[in-house]
């Protein structure tokens, strides 16, 4: 009898324990939704409501899209964000899976633990103070690399930030203030192979590279991709690194270099909203487009 009456209890605290659970996790849940649509969906579709009307309300088709893509600016700067894209990504594929490899290598050791304190610096800079640390960095007069910089052929600061040499520019800035943290993510990852196959791979005689070129990469693809898809659609967004360093190179680098400083010029200099509407939903189109070609092609949501 008492055993039943132990077994009924246990029963009936269950199902009370797992509706606590259940309410727990739908209020995290609600937290976000709510965030989410007060923050990103309502301002997304207030967007979208703009990039189809005038300034009176009235409702114009893709005008507004014909009219910024008519702009003698914006191929420009299409072309510009295209270029710096390729830079980026690739930066960040290659260099961030490399040291992060390094890094689980020397995890170990007292080199593994000066990295890992090394990775996290830049990103104690906020994007636009990292921008001004590179601004003095580059101007070969105060730099304190101003001798690296005169055996690269530059001399002053508008040598450094000629146009063509923007792409690399911001590539650069871009990886030291925001690598460090996706190094840290691969590192985790990398944590997360099961000893037994890397145990397997060293008794099949896979060396250091063998192991990470056919075990350790191939398991860090759905990360890689994650990875892509956060970076393209923020280097998509290009903005404090152009803007910044137009005002430092007065007019050297433009205003219109990025989408996103077009987008500016359209709703604060020439007070046209909704042209700048129009841009804005034309880089949600080609991020949300990006997002999905790459979660198709790479079967994000596979199971494993």
Same mark, same amino acid.
């Given at each position: 009898?008492?055993?039943?009456?132990?077994?009924?209890?246990?029963?009936?605290?269950?199902?009370?324990?797992? @509706? =606590?659970?259940?309410?727990?996790?739908?209020?995290?849940?609600?937290?976000?939704?709510?965030?989410?649509?007060?923050?990103?969906?309502?301002? !997304?579709?207030?967007?979208?409501?703009?990039?189809?009307?005038?300034?009176?309300?009235?409702? !114009?088709?893709?005008?507004?899209?014909?009219?910024?893509?008519?702009?003698?600016?914006?191929?420009? *700067?299409?072309?510009?964000?295209?270029?710096?894209?390729?830079?980026?990504?690739?930066?960040?594929? &290659?260099?961030?899976?490399?040291?992060?490899?390094?890094?689980? =290598?020397?995890?170990?050791?007292?080199?593994? #633990?000066?990295?890992?304190?090394?990775?996290?610096?830049?990103?104690?800079?906020?994007?636009?103070?990292?921008?001004?640390?590179?601004?003095?960095?580059?101007?070969?007069?105060?730099?304190?690399?101003?001798?690296?910089?005169?055996?690269?052929?530059?001399?002053?600061?508008?040598? /450094?930030?000629?146009?063509?040499?923007?792409?690399?520019?911001? !590539?650069?800035?871009?990886?030291?203030?925001?690598?460090?943290?996706?190094?840290? /993510?691969?590192?985790?990852?990398?944590?997360?192979?099961? !000893?037994?196959?890397?145990? @397997?791979?060293?008794?099949?005689?896979?060396?250091?590279?063998?192991?990470?070129? =056919? /075990?350790?990469?191939?398991?860090?693809? #759905?990360?890689?991709?994650?990875?892509?898809?956060?970076?393209?659609?923020?280097?998509?967004?290009?903005?404090?690194?152009?803007?910044?360093?137009?005002? @430092?190179?007065?007019?050297?680098?433009?205003?219109?270099?990025?989408?996103?400083?077009?987008?500016?010029?359209?709703?604060?200099?020439?007070?046209?909203?909704?042209?700048?509407?129009? &841009?804005?939903?034309?880089?949600?189109?080609?991020?949300?487009?990006?997002? *999905?070609?790459?979660?198709?092609?790479?079967?994000?949501?596979?199971?494993?």
């Amino acid at each position: 009898m008492t055993l039943t009456h132990t077994s009924a209890g246990s029963a009936a605290r269950r199902p009370r324990g797992a @509706a =606590r659970q259940s309410r727990a996790g739908m209020a995290f849940v609600a937290a976000y939704v709510i965030l989410l649509i007060a923050f990103g969906v309502l301002p !997304t579709a207030y967007a979208v409501y703009f990039a189809f009307t005038d300034a009176g309300g009235t409702f !114009t088709g893709i005008s507004n899209f014909l009219t910024t893509g008519h702009d003698f600016r914006f191929m420009g *700067a299409v072309s510009h964000i295209a270029v710096y894209l390729v830079f980026w990504l690739a930066s960040l594929v &290659v260099f961030v899976v490399g040291l992060a490899l390094l890094l689980h =290598r020397l995890a170990s050791g007292t080199a593994g #633990k000066a990295l890992r304190f090394l990775y996290y610096i830049p990103g104690a800079l906020a994007g636009a103070a990292s921008v001004l640390v590179w601004l003095f960095m580059l101007d070969p007069t105060v730099s304190p690399v101003s001798s690296l910089l005169s055996a690269l052929g530059f001399h002053t600061f508008g040598e /450094v930030i000629a146009p063509g040499n923007l792409p690399v520019l911001f !590539t650069i800035i871009a990886f030291w203030t925001g690598a460090g943290g996706w190094i840290v /993510v691969m590192y985790g990852a990398l944590n997360n192979i099961p !000893t037994d196959v890397m145990e @397997a791979a060293r008794i099949d005689g896979a060396n250091a590279w063998q192991t990470a070129w =056919r /075990v350790q990469i191939p398991m860090l693809r #759905k990360w890689i991709v994650y990875m892509v898809i956060l970076a393209f659609a923020g280097g998509a967004q290009l903005f404090v690194e152009p803007q910044l360093l137009s005002l @430092a190179s007065v007019g050297v680098a433009g205003r219109d270099y990025s989408l996103n400083q077009l987008t500016y010029d359209f709703a604060f200099q020439m007070n046209n909203i909704n042209g700048a509407a129009a &841009v804005s939903v034309e880089l949600l189109v080609v991020s949300v487009s990006a997002a *999905a070609v790459f979660v198709a092609r790479s079967g994000f949501f596979d199971a494993e």
